[in-house]
C-alpha cells in the first residue's frame, strides 16, 4: 500500500506560518507534509476475532507481580491506616444506626445500659475490648499527625520516612496499652 501524500488545507496554513516565522524555503518544507493512507477492513466472524484476540493476547509481555518489590514500612502503614478509618468509621456508624434502631427492637442502648453491661465482662474480657477499641484510634491518630507533619514538608527523606513511621508504631502501641489498662 503506498501512502500519498496530500497537503489539507489547514496543514498548508500551518506550514505558511512555519515557513514565515523559521524563512525556510518550500523545499526544506516538504518532509513537513502530512502523510495519509487508505485504510482497509474486512468482516471476520466473531470466533475469528476472538482467535485474533487470544494470538495477541499471547504476544503480551506481562506485567511484574509485587513479589519482586521488596516490602517495605510506607506500604504497610499506608494500609493499615486505611484499614483504621473505616473500621473507626464503621462503628461509629454501626453504634449510631444500633442506637436509632434499640427500641424497635426492645434494646436500650443508653449509656446506662453500656456501662452496665461492661462492667460485668470479665477483666480480661473489658482489657480486650478496650485494646480492640484504641490500637485502631491511636494508630489512626498518630499516623495522621504523622501525615500532618510530612504536609510541612518535613520527615520527607528516606530515613524520616521510616523513622516516623516506626515511632508512630511504638507510639501507637504504648498509647493502647495505657488506654486499655485505664
Known amino acids: 500500500m503506498m501512502a500519498s501524500l496530500v497537503a489539507l488545507p489547514a496543514a498548508r496554513s500551518a ?86 434502631f434499640a427500641p424497635v427492637f426492645g434494646y436500650s442502648l443508653t449509656s446506662t445500659a453500656i456501662a452496665s453491661a461492661f462492667g460485668a465482662l470479665p477483666v480480661v474480657l473489658k482489657f480486650g475490648v478496650k485494646m480492640l477499641a484504641s490500637v485502631p484510634f491511636t494508630f489512626h491518630s498518630f499516623n495522621g499527625v504523622r501525615h500532618l507533619i510530612w504536609d510541612t514538608a518535613t520527615e520527607l527523606t528516606n530515613k524520616g520516612v521510616v523513622r516516623s513511621g516506626i515511632t508512630v508504631l511504638g507510639l501507637s502501641a504504648v498509647a493502647s496499652i495505657v488506654l486499655a489498662f485505664l
Do not use: C, D, F
Not at 470466533?47 to 509481555?61: D, S
Not at 519482586?68 to 473505616?86: A, C, D, E, F, N
Open 15 to 100: 506550514l505558511s506560518v512555519v515557513a514565515r516565522s523559521s524563512r525556510m524555503s518550500g523545499r526544506q518544507l516538504i518532509p513537513l507534509v502530512i502523510a495519509r493512507r487508505s485504510i482497509s477492513t474486512q468482516s471476520i466472524t466473531p470466533a475469528e476475532a476472538n482467535e485474533i484476540l487470544v494470538k495477541q493476547r499471547g504476544n503480551r509481555p506481562t506485567s511484574p507481580h509485587l513479589a519482586i518489590y521488596k516490602p517495605q514500612i510506607t506500604w504497610y502503614l499506608s494500609g493499615l491506616h486505611r484499614v483504621t478509618g473505616v473500621a473507626l468509621a464503621s462503628g461509629v456508624y454501626a453504634l449510631g444506626l444500633g442506637y436509632l
